[in-house]
């Protein structure tokens, strides 16, 4: 079974600039979620989806983060423009609908901005 | 809101000693309790989870947790620690985030380095 793929793995920008990343979970998996990880630091949820819905946005910091789950699939996390702060892995996660279910992550995108 | 510590930010054991690393959680409902690890440059492995019934739960690699509800603890062990071992610890609780969702609420970490 396939696992959770994300893209790009690694990413530099300047701060200030503009980046996107991309998720495509497992397939069949209603549920989709954001995480941010800051070096030393455990994930932090950043957005949680059921299909194409918003259930928890409540940590995306809204000025500057996106996302969208269009068609209830793939998934995509935009910063712009970006901060230094911002340097982090982003993480996706998905599993089946339902309360303790399995998540299962992606290997993750590094960013680094300058 | 739900909380985990983890007390221990590094532990350093020999390769063939046992391990114990400590979590303590915060939750105001019946935890949903979670370990995962991760390897250098990968992402979480799932090696375990506690939803209710037996305390003792076994995981994948060899790893066991016991949970303790009366000191809010959920500490993994393993009696014999192997080189391949070596990664960061993830303690983490889960939390109903809306509907039949939940979201999970991770620790700082431990990072576990084994000795040859």
């Known amino acids: 079974e396939a696992g959770v793929a994300q893209s790009p793995r690694y990413k530099i920008i300047e701060k200030r600039q503009s980046v996107a990343f991309w998720c495509n979970p497992i397939?069949?998996?209603?549920?989709l979620y954001w995480y941010q990880q800051i070096l030393g630091q455990g994930p932090k949820l950043l957005i949680q989806?059921?299909?194409?819905?918003?259930?928890?946005d409540s940590q995306l910091p809204k000025d500057r983060f996106s996302a969208e789950r269009l068609k209830g699939v793939d998934s995509t996390l935009k910063i712009q423009p970006a901060k230094l702060e911002d340097s982090a892995v982003y993480l996706c996660?998905?599993?089946?609908?339902?309360?303790?279910?399995?998540?299962?992550f992606g290997e993750g995108s590094w960013l680094t901005v300058v | 809101a739900q909380s985990v510590t983890q007390p221990d930010i590094h532990i350093t054991v020999s390769e063939g000693a046992s391990l114990e690393l400590r979590c303590n959680y915060s939750y105001g409902a019946t935890p949903y309790l979670f370990w995962y690890v991760q390897s250098p440059g990968q992402g979480l492995q799932l090696l375990l989870k506690y939803f209710s019934g037996d305390t003792l739960v076994q995981g994948i690699k060899g790893f066991e947790a016991e949970f303790k509800r009366s000191q809010s603890s959920f500490n993994l062990r393993k009696p014999s620690v192997h080189w391949s071992d070596a990664a960061e610890y993830f303690c983490a609780v889960g939390a109903r985030s809306g509907g039949s969702n939940y979201k999970l609420t991770f620790g700082k970490g431990t990072l576990l380095t084994v000795n040859p």
């Open positions: 996660a998905s599993s089946l609908a339902g309360y303790g279910n399995t998540i299962y």
């Open positions: 397939s069949g998996h209603a549920t």
């Open positions: 989806f059921q299909n194409n819905g918003v259930v928890d």
